[in-house]
């Protein structure tokens, strides 16, 4: 039996991509796409996930309700310092240190970050809490894979990749570029390079 075709799907390159300030104007953001519609402002997406210049140490941005993954892209590293809500005189450390590695942690927590040796770039995935199911992972290696999900952010941190969805044919993929498919069944996806690919499932 023939493996059904996703729905959609789209491409995304990272060159396209609009910088735009942070929320709390300390740094410069690139949002790739977002739910439900691209542009949402950041108090009625459900889902949005971005890449982000940061040059300096500094605080992030506040976003309550908000589940959010933060995946270092390039740069030298990066030292999360995280104050939660509920335990407010207790501090979480954080290091990022290769392209890949990743933190989670609640948008309304105070986070500070620290540069290691000048600027990163980070992918930046939000999800609001309790209305989305979102999941990433980091593969580092070429293979092939099957991901169930309504939505799924294929995002070449480190590139170049090629990445094959349900036997449509390779698609070339530069550091930035990211594959977006939406689809009602699981998907095969087979990913050839030396690079790392995120795999970000999506499900409202």
């Known amino acids: 039996m023939s493996q059904p075709l996703p729905s959609r799907v789209e491409l995304l390159r990272g060159a396209d991509l609009v910088p735009s300030p942070w ?24 889902w949005r996930a971005s890449l982000a210049d940061i040059a300096q140490d ?6 309550a309700d908000i589940d959010r993954t933060l995946v270092l892209a390039s740069g030298a ?25 990743a933190v989670c ?6 986070v500070d970050a620290r540069l290691v040796d000048g600027p990163v770039s980070v992918f930046n995935l939000m999800v609001l809490r309790g209305a989305v199911r979102g ?28 990445v094959n969805v349900a036997g449509a044919g390779f698609v ?3 550091t930035g570029d990211t594959l977006r498919v939406d689809s009602a069944c699981a998907v ?6 030396d690079g790392v690919l995120l795999v970000v499932a999506l499900d409202t």
């Open 23 to 46: 929320k709390n104007g300390n740094g410069v953001t690139r949002e790739i796409v977002a739910f439900p519609q691209a542009g949402a402002s950041l108090s009625t997406f459900a």
């Open 105 to 110: 942690f609640g948008g309304e927590s105070a």
């Open 188 to 193: 095969p996806i087979e990913s050839l390079g």
């Open 77 to 101: 590293g990066l030292l999360i310092d995280e104050a939660r809500v509920a335990e407010p005189t207790s501090r979480l450390s954080h290091a990022l240190a290769l392209t890949g590695d």
């Open 58 to 63: 500094g605080p992030f941005s506040r976003f």
């Open 172 to 174: 070339g993929l530069a």
């Open 135 to 162: 999941g990433l992972q980091i593969w580092r290696e070429a293979g092939r894979r099957t991901v169930a999900a309504q939505t799924v952010l294929l995002h070449a941190a480190q590139g170049p990749l090629e």
